[in-house]
């Protein structure tokens, strides 16, 4: 029967990550996945690598920051191991954080509405018909003004954020092949229903199939991590709605923004986030509007109405969107805890670890986890601090 050094639940980024980290130090590996790699969360997400959002807790920031660093590294080897691209961005962040609140990251920057007209033209408002309304019988021909766009007026002043984002489906597929290629072990279509314990150690898991066997097992499975016996990591499932537009016309005779040659497939170049709506582009033309946030279980069915307000909330901002189409939507499931920070570590049974509970961020905190759950797994020093993210926490 065959033995592995490390079994990983669950082939999300998280586990797929982890998995080519351990390789890296030389331990055989088998993920052990209930349906197809990179399927739930991680098929879902954005793909934002928000390290400077203010919303980041002030305990995870450092992780944060560490794992946005380690990002092209991360992806140049990915990307090597398994020749697809991952579309990883470094174009940056315009956010508006609404009224009265600021980032407080030193590497976010205040920007000038002219500055924004020039970064993000697709943003901007003109305002001609407003002036016009204003002073409808003016005699002598009127300035041209330029008035802070609706973005602004709604949302505060525009700030940019130097960060990157990636296409999370890209990545998953690209994890899955470096994976393979790495000589790390699948299961698919198996789920597992219990750690197996010896001598209050984990040594295994036992699926709807089989049993494996391992020295150690880790606890990658996201929203579903709480229901592997026999112990209840306290995930929990957040749903998010999300929606992709593409332009109605092909990128070539796609309309130009005004007074800014940007044509197509670049009709929004940075990552725009909102209080209420964020904007994420892609390098083929795709851009995704998202998300909701919402306590639904385990539902992942999408409402139409809600993906139609995703879409208005979107043309709000960038009203160049009306020259877009809804190419597809869909809803995943985050992997909360109940503080929403990760949940890393060895669990109370020795040898069984969990690196789950990434919440909205585990696309940016994959990096970071996986090197320092190996470490910890292989013996060394983590290189980041997990004690304030052990599931101890929760006893
Ligand atoms: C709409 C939306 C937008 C998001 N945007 C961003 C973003 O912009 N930036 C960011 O950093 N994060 C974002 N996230 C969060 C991010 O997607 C997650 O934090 C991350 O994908 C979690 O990865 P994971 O590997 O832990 O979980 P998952 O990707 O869900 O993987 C868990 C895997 O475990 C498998 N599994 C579960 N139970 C079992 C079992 N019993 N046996 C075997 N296998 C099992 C599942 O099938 C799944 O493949 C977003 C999430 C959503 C839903």
Known sequence: ???????????????????????????????????????????????????????????LQPFADASAALYPEFVHEIESESGESTDLRDVGT????????????????????????????????????????????AETPLPVFKVPSVAVEMHGPPWFLPERCVDPRALGRALTKA???????????SEVL???????????????????????????AGAWAAKILPLAIPTRPVKGQMVCVVPQTSPSSAPRIPSSGIRGSEMIR???????????????GRILLGATVEDAGFDKRTDPRTIQRLYQAGLHVAPI???????????????????????LGETAIPAYFAATGHYRDGIMLAPATADAMAQLITGQQPFLDLAPFSSSRFA
């Open 1 to 59: 029967m065959k033995n592995w050094d490390v079994i990983i639940i669950g082939a999300g980024v998280i586990g797929l990550s982890l998995a080519l980290r351990l390789r890296d130090e030389h331990r055989s590996v088998l993920v052990v996945e209930k349906h197809e790699p990179a399927g739930e969360a991680t098929h879902a997400a954005g793909g934002m690598i928000a390290n400077c959002d203010p919303h980041t807790p002030a305990i």
């Open 94 to 137: 315009i956010a508006f954080f609404g009224r009265g609140n600021s980032p407080t990251h030193a590497a976010a920057r205040k920007l000038s509405v002219d500055e924004l007209r020039t970064l993000e033209p697709a943003l901007a408002v003109e305002t001609e018909i407003l002036i016009t309304c204003l002073y409808p019988d």
């Open 179 to 189: 994976c393979k290629k790495r000589a790390v072990d699948f299961a698919t279509g």
């Open 194 to 220: 219990e750690v197996l314990t010896a001598a209050g150690r984990a040594m295994g898991v036992r699926t709807s199939h089989a049993t494996y066997h391992a020295a150690a097992v880790v606890n990658c």
């Open 270 to 284: 940075h990552v725009v986030r909102t209080p209420g709506i964020y904007i994420i582009p892609r390098s083929d």
């Open 321 to 343: 969107l009306s020259s877009t189409r809804i190419h597809d939507a869909w809803a995943g499931l985050r992997p909360g805890s109940p503080d929403n920070l990760p949940i």
